[in-house]
């Protein structure tokens, strides 16, 4: 039976593909993408079809899929992947089993990787939280950037559209105090971009930049992704390793 792969293809760099990932799209004789990706992923589309799925309606797709299936199994590159602000889990769930997911590297794990910090610091971070302004809402009872700001914790923001100095007071007030914030552009793509600073410094480094796709007729989500927390520049504490090495890893294997 033919499926349809989704395939978590990372933040945007071929090289972040998985193994597993790479060998199921050489496979396929379609593949739907998002038109960023196109560029990037040139070498791995030659003499594909390519389609951009957010050209269609949903019905409209779904029945492309079932005739394309007749002829082979079909992938689409989903950024990231399936776990976190995806909008293709209603794909999934109308293809049942003929769908299959691959996971993949998510742009949480690239902006760590480009800043060289663990999110989750032992004894910096006590909770980690991944959120977005656009779905919490904006209803009066809704929760606020601030409400899930406080010291311990790293705050990961997606697809941002609150201009910043309205943010960065949002912030301000669950913090409580002034704390490193980095903004992390396009990560994994040619022209990534990554600005680290602290609340009270963020606004006046980006100046007139938009970043969020907030002044442009394009009200899509830029690529853009917040994070804030003592964690970015917080540095390791050695004697941690130490403990850890006298309390777990020397019994592990023991028998």
């Not at 910090?117 to 656009?134: F, Y």
Request: proline share 9%; glycine share 8%.
């Amino acid at each position: 039976m033919n499926r349809v792969y989704f395939l978590g293809a990372g933040p945007g760099d071929p090289e972040l593909l998985t193994c597993r990932a790479a060998r199921l799209l050489e496979q396929c004789p379609v593949v739907y993408l998002p038109p960023l990706y196109e560029q990037p992923f040139a070498r791995h589309l030659v003499g594909k079809e390519i389609f951009i799925p957010f050209d269609h309606y949903f019905a409209d797709l779904i029945s492309m899929i079932e005739s394309q299936l007749l002829q082979g199994s079909v992938a689409f590159l989903i950024p990231g992947d399936l776990t976190f602000y995806s909008p293709f889990q209603a794909l999934v769930d109308a293809l049942e089993d003929r769908a299959v997911v691959v996971p993949g590297v998510g742009t949480a794990n690239a902006a760590s990787a480009l800043l060289k910090k663990t999110l989750d610091l032992p004894g910096v971070c006590n909770r980690a939280i991944l959120a977005s302004p656009r779905a919490l809402g904006n209803a009066p009872d809704s929760p606020t950037m601030g409400d899930l700001a406080a010291p311990g914790v790293s705050l990961l923001i997606y697809m941002n559209n609150i201009p910043l100095p309205e943010l960065v007071a949002q912030l301000r007030t669950g913090y409580g105090v002034d704390v490193p914030i980095a903004l992390a552009h396009r990560v994994g793509l040619p022209d990534e971009e990554l600005v680290v600073a602290t609340l009270d410094t963020i606004v006046a480094r980006v100046g007139d930049r938009d970043y969020f796709n907030l002044n442009t007729p394009d009200r899509r989500p830029a690529l853009t992704l917040l994070l804030v927390g003592e964690s970015l520049t917080a540095t390791a504490d050695p004697d941690w390793w130490d403990y850890r090495r006298d309390t777990i890893w020397k019994h592990q294997g023991a028998g």
